[in-house]
């Protein structure tokens, strides 16, 4: 199988080691990494993305359960176990040993509330309403309950379906990045990927190669077909859903509780949600590990599929595994600011080879437009080999 080509220059290198929004710019243009290459972040990277795999396909599975199997359901008490009642099942749950799937409603929700790209807006659509008016109906039909709350809360079945399709859509987006980083680990160990340019590489292959598969979600209703994201709406893997998923949770995110004030006094949250940085490649690495902390829950989530190789690492260090959900947090960021690096690279309108004056300035307009949201991230952690 042919190796993952390499950045043919060097990464560039920044003054104070900290970029600016300019130094972003030319380094995205240049085609470069925004991880420094070294042999330790290949290994970080690699492993982490590993293990994030392993937790993203129990994700992606769970969340389409959820949006399948617990549609308009007010009370999805069991939706964590997906369809699994046995009792063995639910005893594992009650003792924690599982799977957080409260950080992925966490993502679910993030997306939901900040509502960016072209499946927010077929969410605001005519067509949306009414397919949700369709399936409302036939609903209520056959469940008192809702019979009873739809006239109380007009909105409020409308709102679980607009939240459901976001579950749904994002279990497919999850499911393509489950597979994409499971298949950059067997790379990287059968010598297709070396460096961190060959890794940004091969995600952004895997995000272009995915960029058009059409997203969908059909449900059943009292022995009906319906669809709520029909195929007629050209959603599509990349610029409807992976993009949207960086702004809301790489980039905003949501205030965590325990750690600002949401006192409105004390204005340490900006009441414009663009302005929000609170996403993963800002967050400082928390040990608290509290439940109010959905990256903590993450990072138990990995610790409990991280390879043994990867763990070697951390246990070797001053602290051993006193703080082992803290470096895996911080060699997270480093991983997800690559996967930022290949959507980056991946969305250029034009080739950055390109010689058209006005195509080259519409690159670099792509190119300062997110280098101005990274270069206020936690871009220190960029040339640290911790």
Known sequence: MRPIPRSPKPPLTFAGGRPTSGDLVETLLA????????????VQVVDVLESYGEV???????????AEKQFLNPFPVFRFLDGDLSPAKIWRHLLHDRINFEYAEYCQKAMLWHGTGGLDAYLDSEAFAASCA???ARKTRRDPLLAVLNPLFPQFLTELIRSAATTHALGQFWRVMSDLFLDLARAERDGRVDSIASVVTFIKEGLVAAAGAPITYAVEVAGSSFWVLPPEAGLTFLGDVAVPYVEAVFLRGTPFLGTVSFNAQAQQISPDQAQFMYGALYADPLPTMGSGIPPSLLMQDMYRHLPERLRDRYLAGIRGGGDMRVKICMSFQKAMFCVTNAAIAGTFPHPLSTEAPAEQAANRAHAAAWAARLCVARTDCLDDPG
């Open 134 to 136: 369709a399936i409302v």
């Open 31 to 42: 085609g470069h990494t925004l991880l420094a290459e070294s042999p330790d972040h290949l």
């Open 56 to 66: 993203l396909d129990a994700y992606s599975i769970n969340l389409i359960h959820q």
